[in-house]
């Protein structure tokens, strides 16, 4: 579907958009998951495992379950022997013999008050036998390596996953002939690249509140994605779905981070043995260590043939991502990871190789744009570092090799209209690209791309006697807005305001599936089901109307509130009337899903551990150019401003929009900085608190300007929009990256590029001046 | 807890072992965070009105109540006019809301390294009134710390107020940090100056304290005999004896091969603040931001 009305452009005054949960949440109604209580509510509290990788031998809860005022103790004894895991079955609720995790969790206790569940966790006793720790990815994968799973060939897993000992997944993209390509170039082009991990960290810790009702269970949880929470139980306690209920009140914040099945099972489990409701609610230091939803560690190689001229004719790359103890969601990391390192390149020959790694870290899960910001980091400081081995400019050897409309990519997929080569005319512009510069400052550009996710999703939407709307979707709002931005597309397709409709979301019992707060796909599929729910409605207001106009159905049209027959806006009726008049007969119900777009086809190439996403569909773009000014005295970096176009389709609601891009670039800056996980030699997070893991501030965020390259696509979203929370993620890093090395003469090959990595290659950089001087 | 109207309810609650509490944004967040669990006895000395004063005293002086808000130092005009490198620091604290429940004397009496007021406070010349009901002593700043959280008051003893000389006649100070963000953010080395110069526009007189290189706030020694040198000679001097005495150990904010590094460029810098300001020009609270040390704001003329 696409539409020809004329948009705002980006300089044009923002339309007027007001949250339906904005009031609540800047007043402070709003009520998060921990805000909740029931009578007779306990305190959950988890004993996590005291090693990183130990076998227990010896596990005794009897002295905390004798503790007055404690009403459950639970184990892996006490729920069924289950192994989970979307995508490798190789987890349990409770570790089983042995703990693999600092954040691993042994036992469960619920409590009267929280210092009492903390005594009695404390009062458990378990005894270790100490295992070998595997924490460095490259010798994760060498032959004679501990396993992190001894028992690993027995796990069930997903069809196309490819696994070898402590390689959770292997995926590889190969087409032409790279080795014969690269033997050919002119030059050739060799880089490292190391990332480190880091963390979502949304603004609210995790909260579960579960109570049983007979043989039904509800839980309040604060999840990006409900269903999947709701899936989680069902399989680890071995429920049907329609004895789980899952609500999420307000969320506050995921980033990714809240993506998954957590603890909703061992709190129902804890709720069921204690016959009382249970609350769980983590601790800062706790959001930081138990969940599997840390952004993954990598190691990057890439190595890119080049003819004289700049044009890129093969790239191979080997990827190791960290994978942490388990596999969460990350078993497509790898495809994903090794398509952001081929990039958005016409590029004849590639072979990208690429392992998720088991070790004994906090396991990894989608953060947002899971392996993206890494990737194109590498990728794209590699590609600044081809510009320099030819002498051409960094945006012009982008112009040169970057997709376009009708090109085909690295994975054998040809574009439909795209504008990737809009966004960098675009961005660098706005940036002031090539102008005169204090030497202390640069300006660094980064292109990037991510899929829309594809997906199945529901919605229902009635409109009662009094002509008021509800919206009920299965969609899930994770402070992005894409859910508030569902009633402009029911109001448009019914001629009614936006504030005509109530959302009623976030409830597994009451709405049809959706995917969740995650891939950026709420208003890309979800859009797609209230648009049909919607239609549905219309087309039963149009034979009413029809019915009272004396007219055809077809010659109705319903705008600003009222029905009304084509080309004579006078014989007219209010929609409020016909309202009334199908409260007293047939209800106006509708219910919308709608086909999931397809993926695309992938020509000439080939895929080892092929989950799909090599053919990206409704691909997104976008160029970030960054001007950066280093203090070379002691490395600190600052990011003066940030200029950034982007290629999401339509955009469907500018001020949310703008507010994506925004916030995915600060979030960039604190990636390329400041953030990034630091571990002992044991696999420890040394930093798993605000004070010490530094999130970028209000103070510290530099003037963003943003530039919506809208080419309306089809077999995407609605009105042609694609995905756009994760995009905007993906190349702030990668072009403060570039501005560095242009200062420095050299790129910081490790993420965070802190100010003492920064100072180190600032020292190294010279040093090998000097000793350029002394040999010439 | 006791909530203390008068320094008299305070001095007794303390006396009878109660530990005071003003602003609590380093015993209550130490406490949350597991550094030592909150005291049974809590006295709160955030509303006696006789520790929120600021006094100057007949001969250019300056008494500061021990409950001066770190808001009400970088706001307040003598301050950021005569005493700069105090209200550097103090602008440098936290957020704006740490700013307005931290104090000054609980930075003082916390006694941690990496605090910024301490530096200002040792090249200032400053002197501390501890009180107790037996009686009132002073100390000078550099005597009051024994170690990383420790002084030398004795438990039943507030701090009272904080006494600053009055500034010598064309003289200026200045407290720059290394940061890694612009709030928040605690300080991974610092540096305060405070230089008088001499009809010629050379040094007078120069003294330089350094944080978060040692256990305590540490005054760099050996300075005196810069007397008569241009500021960028002594500003020079300044950094390599602050690189060369500091103690720094590595943590997760920085190596100590990378502090010693830092505290040298932080002492140059602040020795060529405080000698712009002692040779009149206005440079705005905090010098970090003026001057673009860490921060966005490009001066022309900054420090490189
Ligand atoms: C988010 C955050 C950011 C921060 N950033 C910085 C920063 O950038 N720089 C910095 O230096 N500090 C920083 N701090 C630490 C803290 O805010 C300051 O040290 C502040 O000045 C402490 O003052 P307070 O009144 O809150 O002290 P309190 O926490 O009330 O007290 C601190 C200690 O001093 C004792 N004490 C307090 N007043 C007296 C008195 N009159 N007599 C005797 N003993 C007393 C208390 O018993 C306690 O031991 C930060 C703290 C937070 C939470």
Redesign the interface.
């Known amino acids: 579907m696409t539409v020809t009305e004329p948009r705002p452009t980006n300089d044009a005054p923002r339309p007027r958009f007001v949250r339906a949960d904005g009031p609540d949440k800047v007043t402070g109604t709003g009520r998060y998951t921990a805000d909740l209580t029931l009578t007779g509510v306990l305190a959950a509290k988890f004993r996590y495992a005291d090693h990183t990788h130990a076998r227990i031998t010896r596990l005794d809860v009897s002295a905390a379950r004798s503790m007055p005022g404690v009403l459950a103790v639970l184990t892996a004894d006490d729920v069924p022997d289950v192994r989970y895991g979307p995508f490798v079955q190789d987890r349990t609720l409770f570790a089983r013999d042995v703990v693999r995790f600092e954040g691993e969790i042994v036992a469960a206790v619920a409590a009267t008050t929280a210092e009492i569940a903390q005594r009695a966790v404390d009062a458990i006793v378990v005894e270790y036998e100490p295992l070998p720790v595997v924490t460095d990815l490259e010798a994760a994968l060498a032959a004679d390596s501990p396993l992190v799973h001894e028992g690993w060939e027995s796990y069930g897993s997903a069809d196309p996953i490819v696994r070898d000992r402590n390689d959770a997944s292997f995926s590889s993209i190969t087409k032409g002939d790279p080795d014969a390509a690269m033997a050919a170039a002119d030059l050739v082009v060799t880089s490292r690249y190391v990332a480190d991990a880091s963390h979502a960290a949304p603004i609210e810790p995790r909260a579960v509140l579960a109570q049983w009702e007979g043989d039904k269970v509800t839980i309040w949880t604060s999840t990006q994605v409900p269903y999947d929470a709701r899936a989680g139980v069902c399989e680890t306690l071995e429920l049907p779905a329609n004895r789980v209920r899952i609500i999420v009140p307000h969320l506050g914040g995921g980033f990714g981070g809240k993506c998954g099945f957590h603890y909703e099972a061992h709190v129902a489990a804890l709720a069921r043995a204690a016959r009382r409701p249970v609350r769980l609610v983590f601790s800062r230091r706790e959001e930081f260590l138990a969940p599997d939803r840390r952004r993954e560690g990598m190691v990057i190689d890439i190595t890119t043939g080049l003819r004289r001229d700049g044009t890129i004719v093969a790239r191979t790359g080997w990827i190791a991502i960290d994978n942490g103890a388990y596999t969460a969601d990350s078993g497509f990391f790898p495809q994903l990871a090794a398509m952001h390192v081929a990039g958005p390149y016409r590029i004849p020959n590639v072979r990208v190789e690429a392992h998720l790694v088991y070790t004994n870290h906090q396991p990894s899960g989608s953060v947002r744009a899971p392996t993206a910001p890494q990737a194109c980091w590498a990728l794209e400081s590699h590609t600044d570092e081809l510009a320099r081995a030819v002498g051409m400019d960094p945006v012009a050897i982008r112009k040169l090799n970057a997709v376009d409309t009708g090109a085909e990519g690295p994975s054998g997929q040809t574009y439909d209209e795209i504008g990737l080569q809009q966004c960098i005319d675009a961005a660098t512009a706005a940036a002031g690209y090539g102008g005169e510069l204090?030497d202390d400052e640069a300006i660094g550009v980064a292109i990037g791309w991510w899929p829309s996710f594809s997906a199945p999703s529901g919605a229902y939407v009635r409109i009662d006697g009094d002509g008021s709307g509800q919206i009920i979707t299965g969609a899930q709002e994770c402070g992005t807005g894409a859910v508030m931005t569902l009633r402009q597309l029911a109001a448009d397709e019914l001629g009614m305001q936006p504030e005509d409709f109530q959302l009623i979301y976030q409830d597994t019992s009451v709405a049809p599936y959706d995917m969740g707060a995650t891939g950026s796909q709420t208003l890309f599929n979800n859009g797609r089901a209230v648009v049909a729910a919607a239609g549905q409605v219309a087309e039963q207001l149009k034979q009413l109307a029809a019915e009272q106009l004396e007219a055809s159905p077809a010659d109705i049209v319903l705008a600003d509130g009222q029905a009304h027959v084509a080309g004579t806006p006078s014989r007219s009726v209010p929609i409020t009337e016909l309202a009334g008049i199908a409260a007293g007969g047939e209800l106006l119900i509708g219910h919308g899903s709608g086909q999931p777009p397809g993926a695309p086809p992938l020509v000439g190439s080939s895929c080892v551990g092929d989950v799909g996403m090599a053919a990206f569909i409704a691909p997104q773009f976008s160029c970030h150019a960054v001007r950066v000014?280093l203090?070379?005295?002691?490395g600190?970096a600052?990011v003066?401003e940030v200029s950034t176009a982007h290629d999401s389709g339509t955009i469907l609601n500018p001020v949310g929009a703008h507010g994506q891009v925004e916030g995915g670039v600060l979030m960039g800056i604190g990636q390329a900085?400041?953030e990034g996980t630091?571990y002992d030699d044991d696999g420890r997070q040394?930093?798993a608190?605000?004070?010490?893991y530094?999130l970028?501030?209000?103070?510290?965020a530099?003037t963003i300007r943003t530039t919506f390259i809208e080419i309306p696509t089809p077999d995407a979203g609605p009105r042609g929009a694609k995905g756009l929370a994760e995009a905007p993620n993906v190349a702030t890093a990668a072009a403060i990256s570039n501005a560095i090395a242009a200062i420095v003469g050299r790129p910081v090959r490790q993420l965070p590029m802190?100010?003492?990595r920064v100072?180190e290659t600032i020292a190294d950089a010279a040093e090998a001046a000097a000793q350029d001087g002394v040999a010439s | 807890m006791l909530i203390a109207s008068t320094l008299d309810d305070a001095l007794a609650a303390v006396a009878a072992g109660a530990r005071p509490i003003a602003g609590g944004s380093d015993l209550v967040v130490g406490a949350r965070?597991g550094k030592a669990p909150l005291p049974a006895s809590l006295v709160a000395i955030d509303r006696i009105a006789e520790l929120q004063t600021v006094t100057e005293t007949a001969d250019g002086g300056l008494v500061l109540g021990a409950g001066v808000s770190h808001h009400v130092i970088e706001t307040h005009p003598v301050i950021t006019g005569h005493f700069s490198g105090l209200a550097d620091a103090s602008a440098l604290v936290g957020?704006p809301s740490t700013r307005h429940v931290g104090t000054i004397g609980g930075n003082v009496m916390n006694g941690s390294p990496a605090m910024d007021t301490g530096a200002p406070l040792v090249v200032l010349g400053a002197t501390v009134e501890l009180r107790s009901t037996t009686g009132t002593r002073t100390v000078s700043i550099g005597d009051l710390w024994t170690g990383p959280g420790r002084t030398a008051a004795a438990p039943d003893e507030l701090c009272v107020a904080v006494h600053l000389p009055a500034p010598p006649p064309r003289s200026g100070s200045a407290y720059v940090r290394?940061?890694?963000?612009?709030?928040?953010?605690?300080a991974v080395v610092g540096a305060a100056a405070a230089v008088t110069l001499d009809a010629d526009g050379d040094v007078a007189s120069i003294s330089v304290a350094l944080s978060a290189v040692a256990p305590t706030i540490l005054a760099v020694s050996g300075l005196t005999g810069l007397a008569g040198r241009s500021v960028a000679d002594v500003a020079a001097a300044a950094a390599e004896a602050a690189a060369e005495q500091a103690r720094p150990i590595s943590d997760?904010?920085?190596?100590d091969r990378?502090r010693r590094?830092?505290v040298g460029?932080m002492a140059r810098r602040a020795v060529e603040a405080a000698a712009r300001r002692a040779a009149g020009e206005t440079i705005a609270v905090p010098v970090n931001r003026a001057l673009?040390?860490?921060?966005?704001a490009?001066t022309p003329g900054a420090p490189?």
Do not use: F
């Not at chain 1, 608190?689 to 010490?692: C, G, H, R, T």
């Not at chain 1, 970028?696 to 510290?700: L, P």
């Open positions: 204090p000014k203090d070379r005295d002691t600190v600052r003066l900085l400041t630091r040394r930093n608190a605000m004070l010490e530094k970028q501030t209000c103070a510290d530099p802190t100010a003492e100072w | 965070h957020s290394l940061e890694y963000r612009r709030a928040m953010e605690i997760l904010r920085a190596s990378y590094h830092t460029v673009g040390i860490g921060a966005v490009a490189s």
